[in-house]
């Protein structure tokens, strides 16, 4: 913004308020307009019939000068917020093939010289059967600010057979030795020589053979290679001989294109755990795609067949590796026409599964932990970050409350990790004087309920529990062999908190029937104002009576936040009637809105029925608020009761979803 | 109580969109079925189905022999 704008937009509204004022006054005030007429006469001519139409048009002049004034403040608002000034959204960087090619190779090599074998092994294992190793997640939600934090903890649980070849193979790494820094750079392609020398050929017609024969290079004559076949000598250029004691586990699963917001790692006893670089999660998934391939299409056997397969391969390994993501649709498009030529030597089933896990890693990608191989056979793992919600503006009711400061009191949250593992907890704490309202099991495309039905037609094996109904202060849902599901449905919970009654509901309530008591007995009781005499002390009370209601109340700022529309509205419904009443006891009334009644024992009393009707109003509000929390209080109470002692006939709480 | 109905990709933020899938008008029956003030947690993680196109679980033999084909 210039230099001197700011100074022009507030001269300019200034201007057009000030003459929006004269113009005001000009057209309500008697003696202006007296003299804008004279000063003007050709005004009072018949061309203005009456002064009453430039006393009309004058005020119309202001507000169209007022609202013009709010329109420049509005724009010079906008512009000083600079909110064109962010980034924006990144555009998909598109590789060349060739480019794109080298890339993966490069990670390949990297990752195969870095990390053993049995690594690589157990994170394809992990990866592609999770439900074997992951014998149990914990999903924790709490509301922090507008946001949830979630923490997932995860169990892993593998055979010896998975867990000694990574105690056997590693050999302690050193500086000097690890990392893709000390490993020499991929060779450039293509070498002639490249395919010859007993080397087996991995790469397309983009010239990555070279580089390739380095992953699957067959230990030769005095080679010193590992038992799995890799070089390990310090002089193979196929790698350093140290790698590390280390596990690959693929540790969240994200949406392509999204981002991860405050993520942290750590193990089971709480230190932090290290995550790999982009490009190392590239040259895992690289590998263990490249194994799927082989079993899916076979082992090539003539020069023409590996230059095919291996084609193929790299077409897929791009399609993954693309930044950004497509749709099912269009990967499974792409994939069959990169595989039509190669379509013959595949069983159809394992090529259903590669496209699968293809279209799967077009649309997310690995987020990979490495962690020291656990002493035992199990180990936890542990992330937490924080997740946004949706859809706090998007109804009327929804917007009502954003308005008035409430916090959002009913989650949904998608149901995604019960089908990974053999069981899965979920808890959700809401904040202090809450309780579980309403706990539910939805589909997430049709928000239809699930019910134990439900559970049973998607496997035999399937076992759901939901922990509501007992008044807790928590949420609790636990799910055990969904891993058996035969097609994983997409669930969503709903869960409903609520504020423990009375609550500020309850204070709400007694508030709006104490002031609609004083104001009915001030209409009944106080003397009539008659002009002369207005008490300052009833005054003074009755203005009190709405600052105090929103005082107790609002004692805890969060209390009131995560309180219900109705308090709200109750708190602000007994502020209205006390300024009402205090309004209606300063004019002095007319003489049909003062009554006469006689009452047994008090005689003839004067009414003000003004301030009569508002206390009536006010003992509506009362009285709605009252049934609104003895309906609280007894769901509350039945609550309670329920879970202390069941009765027959009624479904147990907890028994179903 | 009902939500009013979707009006275009642009009631999201662009980012938040994702949870509801690739097709079109996924999840917004959800969302019309939820109660008014319901929220909806972005996890920004691939949904169970999603999810399922990755997962295939092997025998023990199988798994091995998966793993040993790895070098």
Redesign the interface.
């Given at each position: 913004m210039r230099r001197g704008e700011t100074f022009r937009w507030i001269a300019t509204c200034l201007a057009q308020l000030g003459v929006a004022a004269v113009v005001a006054v000009a057209s309500i005030v008697d003696g202006p307009a007296d003299l804008l007429l004279r000063a003007v006469p050709w005004l009072d001519t018949a061309l203005w019939p009456a002064e009453g139409a430039i006393r009309v048009v004058g005020l119309l002049a202001a507000a169209e000068l007022v609202v013009s004034a709010r329109r420049t403040a509005q724009r010079h608002w906008w512009r000083r917020q600079r909110f064109d000034r962010a980034p924006g959204r990144p555009a998909s960087v598109t590789l060349a093939q060739r480019d794109a090619d080298r890339e993966i190779l490069r990670s390949m090599i990297r990752v195969s010289r870095t990390y053993p074998a049995p690594a690589i092994r157990l994170f394809g294992q992990i990866l592609l059967d999770p439900a074997r190793y992951q014998v149990r997640i914990t999903d924790e939600v709490q509301q922090v600010d507008e946001c949830l934090r979630v923490l997932v903890s995860t169990t892993f649980s593998g055979t010896p057979e998975d867990l000694v070849g990574l105690r056997e193979d590693a050999v302690p790494a050193t500086p000097a030795t690890r990392g893709p820094e000390n490993a020499p750079a991929p060779a450039d392609p293509p070498s002639s020589s490249g395919a010859n020398g007993g080397s087996r050929r991995l790469g397309g017609p983009s010239g990555t053979a070279a580089s390739s024969a380095l992953l699957t290079r067959t230990a030769g004559p005095g080679d010193t290679g590992g038992p799995t076949g890799r070089s390990t000598g310090p002089d193979d250029p196929a790698g350093p001989a140290g790698q590390p004691r280390v596990m690959l586990v693929p540790m969240i699963l994200s949406t392509k294109g999204g981002m991860l917001d405050n993520v942290e790692t750590f193990d089971g006893s709480g230190d932090p755990v290290p995550f790999l670089s982009q490009e190392d999660a590239r040259g895992v998934v690289a590998h263990v795609l490249r194994q799927l391939f082989r079993e899916t299409f076979g082992e090539a056997v003539h020069a023409a067949d590996e230059r095919r397969h291996d084609a193929v391969l790299f077409a897929l390994l791009r399609l993954v590796f693309q930044a950004g993501r497509v749709s099912v649709a269009d990967a499974d498009a792409y994939f069959d026409r990169n595989v039509a030529p190669i379509r013959a030597s595949a069983a159809q089933t394992r090529l259903h599964r590669l496209r699968g896990v293809c279209s799967f890693l077009v649309r997310n990608y690995v987020v990979i932990a490495e962690v020291p191989p656990p002493d035992g056979c199990a180990w936890i793992l542990h992330y937490t970050k924080t997740i946004p919600v949706y859809g706090r503006a998007t109804s009327h009711r929804g917007r009502r409350r954003v308005r008035l400061g409430l916090a959002p009191n009913t989650f949904v949250i998608p149901l995604n990790l019960p089908f990974t593992a053999t069981s899965y907890h979920f808890r959700m704490r809401a904040g202090a004087n809450t309780y579980v309202k309403v706990h539910s099991v939805q589909l997430a495309q049709s928000g239809a309920s699930i019910d134990q039905a439900a559970i049973r037609a998607m496997s035999e094996r399937a076992y759901l529990r939901v922990r509501h109904r007992q008044a807790l202060p928590y949420a609790h849902l636990y799910a055990r062999r969904f891993d058996t599901c035969r097609a994983p449905a997409d669930l969503v919970m709903e869960v409903v908190f609520d504020e423990v009654p009375p609550g500020a509901l309850g204070l709400t309530s007694w508030l709006a029937a104490l002031s609609a008591l004083v104001i009915t007995l001030l209409a009944l009781l106080v003397p009539v104002n008659d002009g002369d005499r207005i008490s300052g002390d009833v005054l003074a009370f009755l203005l009190a009576i709405s600052p105090v209601a929103a005082t107790f109340v609002g004692y805890s700022v969060e209390k009131l936040q995560r309180s219900s529309l109705t308090t709200f509205a109750g708190l602000v419904a007994t502020g209205a009637t006390s300024l009402v009443a205090a309004l209606l006891y300063v004019q002095p009334p007319p003489a049909w809105m003062v009554a006469r009644p006689v009452v047994p024992l008090l005689g003839e009393i004067r009414v003000n029925l003004g301030v009569f009707a508002v206390g009536l109003v006010g003992g509506l509000v009362a009285a709605y608020l009252f049934f609104r929390l003895r309906d609280e209080l007894h769901h509350y109470v039945e609550l309670l009761r329920d879970v202390e002692q069941p009765r027959p006939g009624r479904s147990r709480p907890g028994a179903t979803a | 109580?009902s939500?009013?109905k979707p009006r275009g990709p642009a009631?999201?933020?662009?980012?938040?969109v994702?949870?509801r899938?690739?097709a079109p008008g996924?999840?917004d029956?959800?969302?019309?079925?939820?109660?008014?003030?319901?929220?909806?947690?972005?996890?920004?993680?691939?949904?169970?189905?999603?999810?399922?196109?990755?997962?295939?679980?092997?025998a023990?033999e199988q798994?091995?022999a998966?793993?040993?084909?790895?070098?």
């Open positions: - | 109580m939500r009013p009631r999201d933020p662009e980012e938040l994702m949870d899938g690739a996924v999840g029956d959800l969302l019309d079925s939820l109660p008014a003030d319901a929220v909806v947690a972005y996890r920004g993680e691939p949904r169970a189905s999603e999810r399922a196109m990755l997962q295939w679980p092997m023990a798994r091995q998966f793993g040993a084909g790895i070098e």
